[in-house]
């Protein structure tokens, strides 16, 4: 089985709203066996929308369409859908028509006579329940193959998805079975990454291979598609156990966790709390820190000091210091990530100070340059690298930064 997704909707092609569904159906169509190729995105034009499903159609076994069942002029998907299989007749389905006006009566709102429309289904067609809104799903079948008409609401298409839609689907899906491991590393390029794991056909021997390089790191995206679990599990495993052995000191977590989640357990493994003193990244480390829920039984307190005078009032860095070496120096990082420590009553303390830019940087210390510190029981090591010129990018890179050199310090010691 293959699958595609077209998402309809002129606001998805000028970036006014980012299209979660593609992203969202990929992962739920993959755990089911269902692999999906193709993910087209098309704005409210007749024709346009007619060619995407007409090229869907003759590639894949299942399409699934978002989007433009509203009941405004714009939202054409079931007009177009239901001229391709031939639907010309439309009735009122008086059980949709019952449950729409329940919903504005439910919110104290009256009825458009516009939303009569969206409980019109056009011949041949299986209405997919709607629980969360006023426009049904539309379910078609010919050829044994299967269309999908679901609203491009996240939360109305997830639960069609998730309710009349999904036995359908599972029952289609068959035996198949795909599996993916994600590898995350950090400290690492691509291209090193890739070096070291080369040969990559070794690796492909057990399934897909992928490298995906973001700001915060590089993961390593293991696909397996077989026809029992125990076949797939056990090719992961293989490919997993290889890349260890060849990377395994640059990897710090697995599938969606994050560098701040996998800190955070093991802080609290180790029972050990954590402050953090920011000036480059803007108090960016707290908030990627407290985004993980529990996060208060590690996490002590955070201070922006972004000016030297904070540095020294907050932190206690000496001013000689700022004086001889500049507050964008392994000695302020240093004294700022000691002087956390201290005043917090923390067991470690970390701290960045840097050039995030456009501006500021010299031939000495040019933009996106980043010194870090982690101050603990047993010792206090700082590091530094440069990053770019993008201010919003370097922010995110000099917090993970940061991070790593955390991360690498909880290894390392015992408290």
Request: aromatic share 6%; proline share 4%.
């Amino acid at each position: 089985m293959i699958a595609e997704v077209i998402a309809i909707g002129d606001e998805l092609l000028i970036g006014q709203i980012v299209n979660s569904n593609a992203a969202w159906l990929g992962e739920q169509l993959s755990m089911l066996g269902i692999p999906m190729r193709y993910a087209t995105t098309v704005g409210d034009q007749h024709d346009d929308i007619k060619r995407c499903l007409e090229l869907a159609w003759s590639r894949a076994d299942i399409i699934l369409l978002t989007g433009g069942l509203g009941p405004t002029h714009d939202d054409i998907t079931k007009k177009v859908v239901a001229e391709f299989f031939g639907s010309s007749e439309i009735a009122t389905d008086e059980r949709v028509l019952q449950h729409v006006k329940d919903l504005f009566a439910k919110r104290g709102m009256v009825m458009s006579p516009l939303n009569l429309a969206q409980a019109q289904v056009p011949a041949g067609a299986k209405v997919l329940w709607n629980e969360f809104g006023t426009a049904p799903g539309l379910l078609f079948e010919k050829d044994h193959k299967y269309c999908a008409v679901m609203p491009g609401v996240p939360a109305e298409m997830k639960g069609i998805f998730t309710g009349p839609l999904l036995p359908l689907l599972r029952e289609r899906a068959g035996n198949n079975i795909i599996r993916h491991r994600t590898i995350r590393t950090f400290g690492i390029a691509e291209s090193a990454l890739a070096e070291i794991l080369s040969p990559v056909s070794d690796l492909e021997r057990f399934g897909k291979i992928a490298f995906l390089p973001s700001y915060t790191g590089v993961s390593v995206r293991i696909s397996v598609t077989s026809c029992t679990s125990a076949q797939a599990d056990d090719a992961i495993r293989q490919a997993e156990s290889l890349i260890k052995a060849k990377a395994g000191k640059y990897i710090y977590g697995y599938d969606n966790e994050t560098l701040e989640e996998v800190i955070g357990a093991k802080l609290r493994a180790k029972q050990a709390t954590l402050a953090v003193a920011e000036s480059c990244t803007g108090g960016l480390i707290a908030n990627r820190l407290t985004n993980i829920s529990g996060s208060s039984e590690y996490f002590e307190r955070g201070f922006v000091t972004y000016s030297n005078a904070a540095k020294i009032a907050l932190l206690r860095v000496p001013e000689q210091v700022i004086a001889e070496h500049g507050a964008v120096s392994e000695a302020c990082a240093r004294a700022m990530a000691s002087g956390v420590r201290e005043v917090s009553g923390a067991t470690y303390g970390l701290a960045t100070t840097g050039i995030a830019g456009p501006t500021g940087g010299t031939a000495e210390k040019p933009v996106g340059l980043v010194w870090a510190a982690v101050a603990s029981p047993q010792r206090i090591g700082a590091k530094s690298i440069v990053f770019s010129t993008d201010r919003l990018i370097n922010k995110e890179r000099f917090s993970s930064f940061a991070l790593s050199l955390l991360y690498r310090a909880l290894q390392q010691e015992n408290t």
